[in-house]
C-alpha cells in the first residue's frame, strides 16, 4: 500500500525531496545537532524534547536563504525579525518536531527500496536520462554520507511527507475547475503573421532641435539624474574565523558518535551484455543464449563482444562496463545475479524489464567503515565548519554593537576583525549594476545609506544580514544630490527616443490600414509567413501581446484577423483554427491536484495546530510567544 501510494505521487515527492533533503537536511539536520549540545536554554519543547536557539537561528538562515532566492531584490535580511516572523518560525518548528513524533505514533515506516527508488528518480543524479551511480557517489562524497545514512534521511523525509500529503489530498477540486485550467492551458490556434517592423520608417524621420527641445522642456522629471554617494563597506563571514584545530580528541569523538557517515556499504563492479526485446522475447532469448555460449568459450573477449552486441550503447562503448553500484541501484534481477556471483563470474542471462542480460563481475569491495585515518581531513574541515559559525554567532553582535556604538567610523571593526575596508562609487537608489557587488550591496543596505543619518550625517548603517552568514556595514563617504541634465546633456538620448515612438506610430498606423483592408476581404493585402501552431504554453517566439489577442477571439468567429501593436512594431494574425484536445481522466486529476496544492495550506495549517496540541508544544521562552500571550504571562507574577 505504501509503496503504491510512493508510485502515484512520485512527481510531487520528488519536488519534495529536492527541495527539503537535497539542499539543507532541514528537519534532520537540526535534531542530529540537538545531540550535541546541551538542552539549557531551550525556547520550545515538544514530547519533552528541547528546541534550542541554536536550532531556531539555522532555519532562520535557511527561511532567509530561501526568501532571498525568491523575491530577489525585494528581499529585505530583517523580514524575519519581527515578534510575529519569529512566532510563526517557531511554529514551523515544534509543526515538524510534532510530526517527526506522529510518524513513530502511527507506526509509518518507509522501506529501503522506496526511498532508494526515488533517489534514482532525482534529477541531480540523472545523466543521459538514466540514473548515474557516478553522480550520486560524487554527491555522497561532497557531503561526507555514507550511502546509508543518506537513505535513512530519505526514508524519513518520505514518511513525513506520506502524512501531510494525506491533508493536502483531501481538499476537493470541482471537475469544472480542472476542466477550465485544462482548457486554459492546452488550447492551440492556428496562424499565420505578418509584421510590419518600426525600424522600416526609422531613416524616414526627421527630428528637429525644436521638437526635442520641447520634449526635454515638458519632460523634465525623465532627465533627472538621481542622488549619488560613494561608500566604503566591510563584511563580516564565518570565513574569518576559519583557522581553528581540533584537539585529537574532538576528532576522536566526532568519529565515534558518527559511525553511519563514515560506513561504505558493499559495492560491486560489473560488465554487461545487453539484449533488448525489440525483435520479440523468444528471440531475444534465443540470441542471448548463443552470445552467452560465445561468452563462456572465450571469456577474455568479453570485451569484445559487448562492444560488438551490446544493446545498451552507453557501456557497449566501455565493454560494457557499468563502475561500481551498491545495493537498490540497478533492477532487481540483475542486482540479484551480481550480488550472488563471485569476482571473475560470468552470468546469465538474466531477464529484466530491458530484456536478457550476460553479466560479468569484476571487482567486489567488501563493506567497510573508513578508517579514522583517512577521514581525518573531512573531520577536521566539518570541524572548522561548525567551529567557525559558532564564532560568527557569538561575534555577529559584537560587530553589531561596534559599528552602532561608533557610528561615524568602520575602523575600529577593520582592526579588530583584520577585514578590509571595500569602497564604490557612483552608487544610486538603484543599487550597484554589477550581480557580485549587488549580494553585498542589496536593496535593503542601499535604502539604509540613503536614510537620512546616513546619507547627510555620515553614519553607519546597522550591521545587514545579506545572506546566510554574512554581515555587511557601510557607511556614505561622498554625496551628490540630484539635478536635471542639461539639454545637451540629453540632446542625442532624446533625439534616438523620438526617432523610435514616431517610427513605431508610423508602422502602428501602416498595420492598422493593413488590417483594416484584410476585414475588407482584400485577403491579398499582405503576404503571410507559414502557418504556426501556437498555445499558451507554447508561443513559438510570438510576442506577449499577439498570443493574448489571438486566444481572445471567440473560436466560433473563426477564421479571423487579428492586429497589435508591440514594442518592435505591429504585427497582424490570421488565426484560422482552434483545436482543444479532450481532456482524460488523468489530465483533470493532475489539474486537480495542482488546484489542490494550492488551496490545501490551510487544512495543512489546523492540521499542524491539532500535532502541536496533540504531542504537547509549549512555547517556553516569552521572546518567542505571541505578544498577547508574553504580556499575559509577564503579569503572572503581580497577580500572585
Known sequence: ????????????????????????????????????????????????VSILPQQFDEVKRQQLETLRERLGENFRSNMLDSREARVALLKRIMSDRALIGEVSLENVE??????????????????????????????????GYSDEYFVSIMRGDIARELLTSGVTRSVIVPKTLSQQLFDLLNEKRDVAVYTVPSADFMKSIKITDE????????????????????????????????????????????????????????????????VDLSEGEEKAKAKADEIMKAVEAAPGDFEKIAREKSSDPASAKDGGDLGFFGRGMMVPQFEEAVFKAKKGDIVGPVKSEFGYHIIKVTDVKAESVRPLSEVRDEIVRLYQEQESQKRFAQEAENFSNMVYEQSDTLAPVVEKYGIKAQTLKGLTAEGPSDPAVKKLINQHVVESLFAEECLREKRNTQAIEVSSNTLVAARVTAYRPTHVMSFEEARSDIMARLTRERALDEASAKGGELLKSLRSGKADAVKFGDTMTLSRGKPQNQSFELINAVMRVPAKELPAYVGVRTADGFQIAHVTKSDLPPATDGDLSLGANELAQMFGPSDLTMYYDALR??????????????????????????QN
Do not use: C
Open 110 to 143: 518507509v522501506s529501503e527500496a522506496t526511498a532508494i527508488e526515488l533517489i534514482k528518480t532525482l534529477p541531480a543524479f540523472q545523466q543521459d536520462g538514466k540514473f548515474s551511480p557516478t553522480a550520486y557517489q560524487n554527491f555522497l562524497a561532497s557531503r
Open 211 to 274: 521638437d526635442a527641445r520641447s520634449f526635454w522642456t515638458n519632460n523634465q522629471k525623465l532627465f533627472e539624474r538621481p542622488d549619488e554617494i560613494d561608500i566604503e563597506y566591510v563584511v563580516l563571514t564565518p570565513s574569518l574565523f576559519a583557522n581553528v584545530q581540533p584537539t585529537e580528541e574532538d576528532i576522536k569523538s566526532f568519529y565515534e558518535q558518527n559511525p553511519n557517515r563514515f560506513r561504505a556499504a558493499e559495492e560491486r563492479r560489473a560488465s554487461h551484455i545487453l
Open 1 to 48: 500500500m505504501l509503496l503504491e501510494l510512493f508510485r502515484n505521487h512520485k512527481r510531487w515527492l520528488m519536488f519534495i525531496a529536492m527541495i527539503l533533503v537535497i539542499p539543507s537536511f532541514v528537519v534532520t539536520g537540526i535534531y542530529s545537532y540537538n545531540r550535541m549540545i546541551s538542552d539549557d536554554g531551550a525556547i520550545a519543547k515538544v514530547d519533552d
Open 613 to 638: 496540541t496533540k504531542h504537547e508544544a509549549v512555547i517556553l521562552s516569552d521572546q518567542y510567544k505571541p505578544e498577547t500571550e508574553a504580556a499575559d504571562a509577564a503579569q503572572k507574577p503581580a
